[in-house]
């Protein structure tokens, strides 16, 4: 495990300057580059914007499934949650079933995703923006919106899976 995030802290840091920054919102896709080169020249990536924001929408969908077993397959197995109701920080696959457990609960749960920004450095990606999280209590709408941060990687079987993911309610 020590391995792992010593590699990804290493790839994140040597490519940080070198790769082009992708840009979308949940609407429209719009890759755009922060480097004064053509497009053409950049390095072939192995994870895509495009790829991140279909990573992102099955998040949304598994979120207002209501039920935490879509949900937390999308997590690898040692990735840390800092969630948006919770001052925990979850590190186990056993405490993400249990937050979404009570998290997909909710009744008439809706994740609305607002924007997006996605980097992407070869096998890792993190994708930051806002969204909105709705339900009904005592048969009222509450919308509390939030803000995230998602880290993906490219496991070896080809899927992307979440790493690392922080959501906190928007300040007011």
């Known amino acids: 495990m020590m391995k792992l995030s010593h590699a ?22 719009t890759a ?19 790829q991140i924001k279909t990573a992102l929408t099955s998040w949304v969908a598994a979120i207002e499934s209501g039920s935490s077993t879509a949900v937390t397959p999308l ?12 001052s925990k920080i979850l590190t186990t696959p056993e405490g993400r079933k249990e937050y979404f457990d009570k998290f997909t609960a ?6 609305e995703l607002i924007q997006a920004v996605v980097r992407v450095y070869g096998d890792v990606a993190i994708a930051s923006g ?19 941060s998602f ?14 993911h922080h959501s906190s309610k928007l300040p007011k």
């Not at 053509?38 to 895509?48: Q, R, V, Y």
């Not at 997590?75 to 919770?86: F, M």
């Not at 880290?151 to 690392?164: R, T």
């Open 151 to 164: 880290v993906y990687i490219k496991a070896e079987n080809g899927n992307l899976m979440i790493v690392e």
């Open 8 to 29: 990804l802290l290493l790839v994140l840091l040597l490519s940080f300057a070198a790769q082009p920054v992708h840009a979308f919102n949940d609407s429209d896709v």
């Open 130 to 148: 806002l969204y909105n999280f709705s339900f009904l209590e005592h048969g009222k709408t509450v919308t509390i919106p939030a803000r995230f």
């Open 106 to 111: 909710q009744k008439n749960l809706k994740a």
């Open 75 to 86: 997590y690898a197995d040692n990735a840390i949650l800092l969630p948006t109701l919770s």
């Open 32 to 50: 755009t580059s922060n480097i004064n080169q053509p497009e053409a020249t950049a390095p072939e990536l192995s994870i895509t914007a495009d």
